[in-house]
């Protein structure tokens, strides 16, 4: 079992950064793929960033990319997402995921077993 618990989040102007953490616990994730998504009220969780688990590959999704960047610390047990030139669109509940070995299929929530319980980061215009 691999526990999650995400940190960071906050109010911040549009155009201003913030850095999540996720930190985990009950096993070490070097051998963890590891993958933030955000839920927007009224709207479906979405796959926003994530790193496998030999850090050498990361992926994004589109609206993030060059803005948002995922690093990972095996020796902390902890994943970040340093997220940079924050918009309104970018309002959300933050979620942190790892699934041991995923390779592929990294952008979708159904092949993450393990969840944190997320962190709300508002985007003020």
């Known amino acids: 079992q691999v526990q999650l618990v995400e940190s960071g989040g906050g109010l911040v102007q549009a155009g201003g950064s913030l850095r999540l953490s996720c930190a985990a616990s009950?096993?070490?994730?070097?051998?963890?793929?590891m993958g933030w998504f955000r839920q927007a009220p009224g709207k479906e969780r979405e796959f926003v960033a994530a790193?496998?688990?030999?850090?050498?590959?990361?992926d994004y999704v589109d609206s993030v990319k060059g803005r948002f960047t995922i690093s990972r610390d095996n020796a902390k047990n902890t994943i970040y997402l340093q997220m940079n030139s924050l918009r309104p669109e970018d309002t959300a509940v933050y979620y942190c995921a790892a699934q041991q070995w995923l390779v592929s299929g990294l952008d979708s929530l159904y092949n993450y077993a393990y969840w944190g319980q997320g962190t709300q980061v508002t985007v003020s215009s």
């Open positions: 790193i496998v688990w030999s850090g050498t590959n990361t």
């Open positions: 009950g096993r070490t994730i070097s051998s963890y793929t």
